[in-house]
């Protein structure tokens, strides 16, 4: 059984970057597509980022693309979140997850395994 951790959140002001991490255990995460999804109260979970098995494909929606960067370190079976000029709006809970079946993953079906979540509030 894979087991998502993520770490990293907290409070920021408008403008400030951040790095999330999401650590997997119980079995390698290389055999998995990885994503991070957000969710703030009252809303749909959104994917903001998703990566490939060896890193080289990702995919972003339009309303991070260019500020949000996802990466991956196989070997230390972790995969992380770079956030740039953070918003109010990006307020949320952001979870990672993963996929055991798909090359590159963009639809929230796709994920089998959760993280508990990390909270990010961005202030103004």
Same mark, same amino acid.
């Given at each position: ?22 650590? !997997?255990?119980?079995? +390698?995460?290389?055999?998995?597509? &990885? ?8 809303? *749909?979970?959104?994917?903001? !980022? ?10 972003? #929606? ?20 770079? &956030?740039?000029?953070?918003? #109010?709006? *990006? +307020? ?6 993963? *996929? #055991?079946?798909? !090359?590159? #993953? ?19």
């Amino acid at each position: 059984q894979l087991q998502l951790v993520e770490s990293g959140g907290g409070l920021l002001q408008v403008g400030d970057s951040l790095r999330l991490s999401c650590a !997997a255990s119980g079995r +390698t995460c290389s055999k998995y597509a &990885m994503g991070w999804f957000r969710q703030a109260p009252g809303k *749909d979970r959104e994917l903001v !980022a998703a990566i490939s098995r060896s890193g080289s494909a990702t995919f972003y #929606p339009d309303s991070v693309k260019g500020r949000f960067t996802i990466s991956r370190d196989n070997p230390k079976n972790t995969v992380y979140l770079q &956030m740039n000029s953070l918003q #109010p709006e *990006d +307020t949320a809970d952001y979870h990672c997850a993963a *996929d #055991p079946s798909t !090359a590159l #993953p963009t639809d929230i079906r796709f994920f089998r395994y959760w993280g508990q979540g990390t909270q990010v509030t961005v202030s103004s």
